[in-house]
RNA sequence: GCGAUUGUGGUGGAACUGGCAUACACAACAGACUUAAAAUCUGUCGGGGAAACCUUGCGGGUUCGAAUCCCGCCAAUCGCACCA
């Protein structure tokens, strides 16, 4: 009888041989296929580990050891992304340097991993916040500065009055701060942006190319938010200059009995004079600066505005005059910040025009325009030339067609999404590496002078001013221009978090090459990743924002493929065992390192695995995961049953083989849970035999190793085979699953009665009678005629009447 | 409001392209072993029962046959949200 499995020093015991025989480095040479997994490198928190990490990363660590197994030479790195504010706000709270919190916080999270048995090439680790890192981070922000993807400009912009940072759209989604969740507020403020919607049209085409869950593409579409429509310019009454707004249905244009301009709309300022109501309309737009984004989106049901007075435009095709309002359901952020009103077909604007009072003339024929606008398609009319068109397809292409002749118009393209703001006023992340110079105006950091170090300060604590802490740093900021040699300063902002993350994955490629972010050769070889595995949070933000940077290095030829990553997946959330969102406040989170304490690192992954739909959501239950626990045992106990070799009988020849064949294909499709319950099955089997063979044995635990590597280890060197890291994947045998038999199911009418072993290969004709001579189908059929009889698979239907 | 996903036993979940619903676990119950308990092993386990029958959120439909496809509801989760 074998001892009780004592799962803390076999798993030691195997950790150990894997790093003393080196057995998850990349190989050096590019003579195998290669396969380049890449899950997402964690923030290293204070927490450390969560059991989010474990199940984000247990997947594709079962098909590292796999393809391993398979003969691929397989990438499979883990590093920091440690850079961030949540580090900057510890060491201002324990007057501690981020540096030192950072640095002891990657040493826990690199234990932990190691202590669940990860496979992962530690000769590969990087950190974001090193200077060898950020060196190439800011070259790559130089190189998109040079090809003018850089600007800067004054604009309302998201602003945490908490983190006291700006963010960026992405990072303020649903008016909350990223970081500390509290209300975004708009303020106007000089920040730099990364032109990402010049990519707009390549991040939508891109994702034709990659294999990516229809989840993740249609999230980033609409992120990304094209529309196609057009710009009309309406001539503002007694004022040379005309009121341009953005529409996607211009072929309603002879509807249009107002026009709405945003609060914050440049033309307001500029002829505040001719404005009779300014009083008003001030008092309007003050209280609009001071509603957040939140109460903004909270007050939508009730409308709001202004009408101006002495400020009014002609509509371009009727001629007629239109009244103009200001109104906050029109946002200066998208389009011209200014619309034509078409109360018929807009349910916003016919809202708008009952409060006000305004006519509703219907230009297309259908709906009742008394109770809600009519958005539907339909008959033009009170359209002039436009009347008789019947679909918008053809009315817009005609209007569109007209406004460019008379000079009125044109077809114009707009995104939901905004441009990148790429600054944050805080010390902890990548100086920006710009120069301003009294003379020359914006210069770059010479590419030679980088890494632009991070200077050591006394005090993180953000500027009350809206400065980062490095304005304080004289010796930081003043520093000579590189292009004329006279006095200039330095940008003192440093880049915001998804920075360094936005190219990890090719440094993971040459993580210690000092000449160039990444050599040629081995990019040509490695990329792209051929998996990527990480949070459904992450779509619209690192996601989008690496797929931007790699875009455009590829543009400029730095990398070989226009896409970072051929695949990508994601997983489910792991709730608590209440069922809800795991969260601290809530006090429902489990600690997987004190999993590992009571069951063990194998127990932990298989149980995570085995917890139910890898993509679904999943509570976590204590009872299920003592269960994967008894199982392993279950396992373990099985070194006392081997008798023999080769295979039992042929019933178990079958089994073992369609388990090899399930457990294969399961792993490749991400059904890890049904994947791990053939195993159980084929247990269960042994156990009611009462013996298994040795190579019975073998086989199992090859299956088994990818989840639980340190387990199966164990026993296969009890049986005395060589380590499982060195052998081959098994092949099922197809021979093996070809049955002799076939068990049929009979139905009547649809309905199952009776069940038929018979052997394969026989005609329909004497299939059929036999299922009409069983016992259990007589009753059912007596007196009946057969009406129709159906064979497919295993199934007989007899169709009675 | 728009978009996506999901709804199956007491619980987590299986069911691949329409073909034997409830695999595999958890919990529960019973038996064996034990002085006893734990552990372990072996059974039972959707409802109803003599059988028929009923059962995949609800109501229709298509089909020889529907958890799966179509139409209409309801509920939940996530994402976006006055985007012109």
């Given amino acids: 009888m074998a001892e009780t499995y004592d799962f803390n020093a076999v798993e030691r015991k195997w950790q150990a041989y894997w790093d003393a025989h080196h057995c998850f480095t990349a190989e050096a040479a590019h003579d195998k296929p290669k396969f380049y997994a890449l899950v997402e490198f964690p923030y290293p928190s204070g927490a450390g580990m969560h059991v989010g990490h474990i199940k984000a990363y247990t997947s594709l660590e079962i098909l590292s050891r796999k393809r391993r197994m398979q003969g691929y030479n397989v990438l499979f790195p883990m590093g920091f992304d440690s850079f961030g504010l949540p580090a900057e706000n510890y060491a201002i709270k324990t007057n501690t340097h981020p540096h030192d919190i950072t640095t002891a916080n990657i040493e826990h999270f690199k234990d932990q991993m190691k202590r669940v048995g990860y496979s992962f090439d530690w000769t590969r680790e990087i950190a ?17 500065y040079d090809h003018g993807l850089v600007f800067r400009a004054k604009t309302l912009v998201n602003y945490c009055p908490n983190c006291k940072v700006v963010l960026s759209n992405e990072d303020s989604q649903g008016g909350k701060c990223d970081v500390c969740h509290s209300d975004v507020i708009q303020l106007p403020k000089d920040v730099w942006y990364l032109k990402i919607t010049a990519y707009a049209d390549k991040l939508l085409e891109g994702l034709n190319d990659v294999d990516y869950p229809d989840a993740i593409k249609q999230q980033e579409v609409d992120w990304i938010g094209k529309s196609v429509g057009a710009f009309v310019n309406f001539k503002v009454k007694d004022i040379p200059e005309a009121l341009e707004i953005y529409t996607t249905r211009c072929d309603t244009l002879y509807g249009v009995t107002f026009m709405v301009i945003a609060p914050e709309h440049p033309m307001l300022d500029k002829y505040r004079e001719r404005i009779g109501n300014w009083d008003e309309v001030e008092a309007y737009r003050a ?9 903004r989106t909270q007050l939508s049901k009730e409308k709001t505005g202004v009408r101006l007075q002495g400020f009014t435009t002609i509509n371009p095709v009727s001629g007629k005059e239109i009244p103009v309002f200001i109104a906050d359901y029109v946002m200066m952020g998208y389009g011209t910040g200014a619309i034509m009103a078409v109360p018929a077909h807009d349910q916003r604007d016919w809202e708008f025009a009952h409060k006000f009072g305004v006519d509703i003339i219907p230009v297309i024929e259908g709906g009742d325009i008394e109770k809600e606008a009519y958005t539907g398609d339909g008959r033009m009319i009170n359209s002039d030339f436009l009347n008789a068109y019947d679909n918008k397809k053809d009315s817009i292409a005609a209007m569109l067609e007209y406004l460019g002749e008379h000079d009125l118009g044109r077809k114009g393209i707009q995104y939901k999404m905004k441009d990148w703001a790429f600054n944050r006023q805080r010390y902890w992340g990548e100086p920006i590496p710009l120069i301003h ?3 020359c105006g914006t210069v770059g950091v010479p590419y030679e002078e980088l890494p632009l170090r991070l200077p050591d300060v006394e005090n993180f604590a953000p500027g009350t001013d809206g400065q980062s802490p490095l304005a304080r740093i004289e010796s930081f900021v003043n520093c000579t221009c590189p292009q004329c040699g006279g006095p200039a300063k330095r940008e003192t902002d440093t880049m915001p978090q998804w920075a360094g993350s936005s190219w990890y994955y090719l440094r993971f490629i040459d993580p210690h090459n000092d000449k160039v972010f990444c050599d040629p050769e081995e990019m040509k070889y490695w990329m792209p990743v051929d998996w990527y595995n990480g949070g459904m949070e992450h779509v619209t933000r690192h996601l ?11 543009d400029i030829g730095e990398v070989n493929t226009p896409e970072p990553y051929a695949k990508r997946t994601y997983q489910g959330l792991i709730l608590g065992p209440d069922g809800d969102k795991m969260s601290k406040s809530k006090g429902n989170v489990v600690d997987p390192i004190s999993v590992i304490d009571r069951l063990g690192a194998d127990a932990l992954r298989l149980y995570v695995m085995f917890m139910g739909d890898y993509m679904a959501a999943t509570p976590w239950s204590e009872d299920s995961a003592n269960g994967c626990k008894r199982f392993l045992d279950r396992v373990w106990r099985l070194q006392d049953m081997v008798k023999g070799e080769g295979y039992t009988d042929d019933e178990m020849r079958t089994k073992v083989n369609a388990c090899i064949k399930k457990v294969s294909e399961d792993y490749e499709r991400m059904k890890f849970n049904t994947a791990i319950a053939a195993m159980m099955s084929l247990v269960n089997d042994c156990y009611a035999k009462g013996s298994l063979t040795k190579d019975e044995f073998h086989t199992l635990l090859l299956l088994l190793y990818p989840v639980a590597p340190h387990i199966s280890e164990e026993l296969n060197e009890r049986i005395g085979f060589a380590p499982l890291h060195h052998t081959a994947w098994p092949e099922y045998d197809p021979d093996a699953l070809a049955l002799n038999t076939v068990e049929y199911g009979v139905q009547v009418n649809g309905k199952i009665r009776a069940r038929l072993k018979l052997p394969v290969g026989m005609e329909q004709k ?14 059912f059929i007596e007196g009946k005629t057969i009406r129709k009889t159906i064979v497919v698979k295993n199934i007989i239907n007899l169709v009675v009447g």
């Avoid at 209280?287 to 109460?295: G, H, Q």
């Avoid at 004497?766 to 009753?779: E, N, R, S, T, Y």
């Fill in 287 to 295: 209280a609009c600066a001071k509603k957040t984004e939140f109460e």
């Fill in 437 to 439: 110079c009294p003379k």
């Fill in 766 to 779: 004497d299939i059929v009678d036999a299922a009409l001579a069983l016992g259990d189908v007589k009753p």
């Fill in 128 to 144: 974001t916040s090193v200077p060898e890192y950020y060196k190439w981070t800011q070259w790559i922000f130089r190189k998109l």
């Fill in 544 to 554: 989008l924002y690496s797929r931007f940077w790699h875009h455009f290095l590829y």
